[in-house]
């Protein structure tokens, strides 16, 4: 069940979902496919749920838990992704062994949030905490990240946000930079605005492909409008990692914001997947995968110059760009290849619902 993240979402339906119908399982996918404009794929039972964004979250909470309320019986296990969900499941008797995915630092992303007043921050962070608290009491976990596991009080399994790894890539090319997933000012938007004005003169393309939230859409049109970049807007995963291919380099422009210093960025991970360097801003664990592999290059917070100066370094120097993408993708698939953890996690999920593979 989710009603903040899209039906699509990587982690939730193409690793997640993926993998336990791949096990022989039957999943039911509660989301809101509706609001967001898609069909439930065929190989998942779905239920449609309102969307919860911003201040509207009360009427998809309300609808989760009428959903969860009839199918309690009707399943083995249910598996939440969003922390307003806590408050779907809590209080119901008689129900199936329920397990919280933890994806996110909840408290520490209070502050990427521009629709929550600042003097409400300090008391909604309070009751994150405790809604955490009580989770962990009465449910099962699963966290995103080991960074996570500080804020609770015992050990959970760590199904980190790993991909997909192909058996073999194209060498990356010499002409397009890309940007996959989210797109927000916190996660560079305006950066990347910049980055493909000062690429223009050098016909080097930035091309962006994310769903983008309701402040940076504007920013987004206006620069496409002027033909500095291409945004294709929200793509389901399995298409817009194909989009990866072939590209000069992938970047990662977040910010320096509490919820990204502990957090692994997905897209590093999928860049060198495909076999493409990856261009990211100083986050710590950005910065330890990057230089373990020495698949890419570290560039300056909110420095555009310093990302088109690395991305025409790249295209200058075809043996190094290469290199960098070759060793990116063999870490990848020795080490980030999410069948590894697929498995560990159908087998936990089993265990608490009492199911036999």
């Known amino acids: 069940m989710t009603v903040v993240h899209h039906p699509e979402d990587a982690r939730i339906l193409h690793r997640q979902i993926r993998a336990l119908v791949d096990a022989g399982h039957e999943v039911t996918y509660a989301a809101p496919f509706s609001a967001r404009g898609v069909m439930a794929r ?46 779907a499941v809590v209080g119901m008797r008689k129900r199936p062994p329920v397990v919280w995915d933890v994806h996110e630092d909840t408290p520490a992303t209070l502050s990427l949030k521009p629709w929550l007043p600042a003097f409400m921050r300090p008391p909604v962070r309070f009751l994150a905490r405790m809604l955490e608290g009580a989770a962990e009491r009465h449910l099962h976990l699963l966290l995103a990240e080991t960074a996570y596991a500080g804020r609770f009080r015992q050990a959970h399994l760590v199904v980190p946000n790993e991909t997909w790894v192909p058996d073999d890539v194209i060498a990356p090319g010499d002409d397009r930079v890309v940007y996959l997933g989210w797109l927000s000012e916190a996660r560079g938007v305006r950066e990347a605005v910049e980055v493909g004005r000062l690429l223009q003169p050098y016909r080097v393309a930035v091309e962006l492909i994310g769903y983008a939230d309701p402040q940076s859409r504007p920013i987004l049109n206006e620069a496409v409008a002027e033909g500095v970049l291409e945004w294709r807007d929200f793509m389901p995963n399995d298409e817009a990692l194909k989009r990866l291919d072939g590209a000069l380099a992938g970047l990662s422009l977040l910010r320096d914001e509490p919820n990204y210093r502990h957090s692994m960025p997905t897209k590093i991970v999928e860049y060198m997947a495909h076999g493409i360097p990856v261009i990211t801003t100083p986050s710590p664990r950005a910065v330890e995968l990057v230089e373990r592999y020495d698949s890419g290059m570290v560039v300056p917070w909110q420095d555009p110059k310093a990302v088109a100066q690395a991305v025409l370094w790249l295209r200058d120097d075809v043996r190094e760009r290469h290199a960098r993408g070759a060793r990116g993708y063999a870490a990848a698939r020795a080490n980030h290849h999410w069948p590894n953890s697929a498995r560990r996690f159908v087998a936990q999920l089993e265990a608490w619902a009492g199911v036999k593979s």
Do not use: C, Y
């Open 42 to 87: 065929s190989w998942v039972n779905g239920v449609d749920l309102p969307r919860a964004a911003e201040r509207k979250r009360l009427t998809a909470v309300r609808a989760a838990r009428k959903v969860f309320k009839r199918m309690r019986k009707q399943v083995d296990l249910v598996v939440i992704h969003d922390p307003e969900l806590l408050l």
